[in-house]
């Protein structure tokens, strides 16, 4: 395994890149990242409007996030590489793709964290800041997010956990994700795929439990410091 690793290190890393597009670990990492933060400003719009008083927002916003988590991502993906370019004919490429669809799912679950972590802060927060004379949007920018994010951190890390395992449906479309290299490098050395798959797995299960520590701490941490506020 030392021999393998030694050798495709690099091209496990970095994919073809400097002489081609990136791929490998870096992409995977990049891509689930950028979905995440593309899928902040969305998710906190489809948040904010899942508690909204006004049905004739509440409703149709729930009825887009029932139906997003209804359906496989594998199946959106597929939608969007093959059936989008027949009817605009504009084709996205694999990396396109793959950011789209997971801004998608990301900014769905993101909305259902905000709205939880609205529906949890006491009552009155808002009235209370509009009370003080700001506008609504202000009483949500400046009082009622905030607090809401900060709430649910360990829940947001945990999705750029899932987005990270998500990210290796892009090898369904040809996407130079850490998986696909792995495929391509056990190709490459065809002796050898328990070394190849094994390395695969470790790095999937370093960058995953890692995160996953992190939300379990920041968690806690935010427990005691509720516990001292009481």
């Known amino acids: 395994m030392i021999e393998l690793v030694d050798?495709?290190?690099?091209?496990?890393?970095?994919?073809?890149y400097p002489d081609g597009p990136l791929g490998?670990?870096?992409?995977?990492?990049?891509?689930?990242?950028?979905?995440?933060l593309l899928a902040m400003p969305f998710g906190l719009l489809l948040g904010v409007a899942r508690v909204s008083a006004r049905r004739a927002i509440r409703w149709p916003v729930a009825a887009l996030?029932?139906?997003?988590?209804?359906?496989?991502?594998?199946?959106?993906v597929f939608w969007v590489y093959f059936f989008l370019p027949a009817?605009?004919?504009?084709?996205?490429g694999q990396a396109?793709?793959?950011?789209?669809?997971?801004?998608?799912?990301?900014?769905?679950?993101?909305?259902?964290?905000?709205?939880?972590?609205?529906?949890?802060?006491?009552?009155?927060?808002?009235?209370?800041a509009r009370t003080l004379g700001l506008g609504y949007g202000q009483a949500l920018l400046l009082v009622v997010l905030p607090q809401t994010l900060r709430r649910g951190l360990p829940s947001i890390v945990s999705q750029l956990?899932?987005?990270?395992?998500?990210?290796?449906?892009?090898?369904?479309?040809?996407?130079?994700?850490?998986?696909?290299?792995?495929?391509?490098?056990?190709?490459?050395?065809?002796?050898?795929?328990v070394e190849?798959?094994?390395?695969?797995?470790?790095?999937?299960?370093?960058l995953?439990?890692?995160?996953?520590?992190?939300?379990?701490?920041?968690?806690?941490?935010l427990q005691r410091g509720a516990a001292q506020v009481h």
Not at 196 to 206: E, N, R
Request: glycine content about 8%; proline content about 2%.
């Open 196 to 206: 190849v798959y094994l390395v695969l797995a470790l790095s999937y299960f370093v």
């Open 24 to 36: 490998g670990l870096a992409l995977t990492v990049l891509l689930s990242l950028g979905a995440l």
């Open 208 to 221: 995953c439990f890692g995160l996953s520590r992190l939300a379990f701490l920041l968690e806690r941490r």
């Open 96 to 128: 396109t793709t793959m950011l789209m669809v997971l801004v998608l799912f990301d900014g769905v679950y993101l909305a259902e964290i905000v709205a939880a972590g609205m529906r949890a802060l006491p009552k009155g927060q808002l009235e209370a």
């Open 65 to 76: 996030v029932h139906l997003v988590r209804a359906l496989p991502l594998l199946l959106v």
């Open 161 to 193: 956990v899932s987005t990270i395992k998500a990210t290796s449906l892009g090898y369904i479309i040809g996407l130079s994700e850490v998986s696909f290299i792995a495929t391509q490098i056990n190709t490459l050395v065809f002796t050898q795929a």
């Open 87 to 92: 009817v605009t004919g504009v084709k996205t």
């Open 7 to 16: 050798t495709y290190w690099l091209y496990f890393l970095v994919g073809q």
